[in-house]
């Protein structure tokens, strides 16, 4: 079992930044693939960025590409979501996620809002 906390959200213009963080419990934190996700309001949850347990080899969304980095820092048991030069399309409640591979994302923390105002 893990749980997840997410902090960082917060109002910011376009263009700026924010960094997300996620922290996790349990003992296990170095064995789960994390994810970032994302809900729009009125829109499904995409995916936004994962970084595997195992490589640290991150993935991201084509959206967020070139703007945003997925991190992890076992020793501290928290991963991190840096996002530079956001657009009001950014705006969302941001969700961390955990999984064992191979599995799908079964620890979801409560989220945080981002909003990007033009």
């Known amino acids: 079992q893990i749980q997840l906390v997410e902090s960082g959200g917060g109002l910011v213009q376009a263009g700026g930044s924010l960094r997300l963080s996620c922290a996790a419990s349990?003992?296990?934190?170095?064995?789960?693939?994390m994810g970032w996700f994302r809900q729009a309001p009125g829109k499904e949850r995409e995916f936004v960025a994962t970084i595997s347990w195992r490589t640290d080899s991150t993935y991201y969304a084509d959206s967020v590409k070139g703007r945003f980095t997925i991190s992890r820092d076992n020793a501290k048991k928290t991963v991190y979501l840096e996002m530079n030069s956001l657009k009001p399309e950014d705006t969302a409640v941001y969700y961390c996620?955990?999984?064992?591979?191979?599995?799908?994302?079964?620890?979801w923390g409560q989220g945080t809002q981002v909003t990007v105002s033009s």
């Open positions: 349990g003992r296990t934190f170095s064995s789960y693939t």
């Open positions: 996620a955990a999984k064992k591979v191979p599995g799908t994302y079964d620890f």
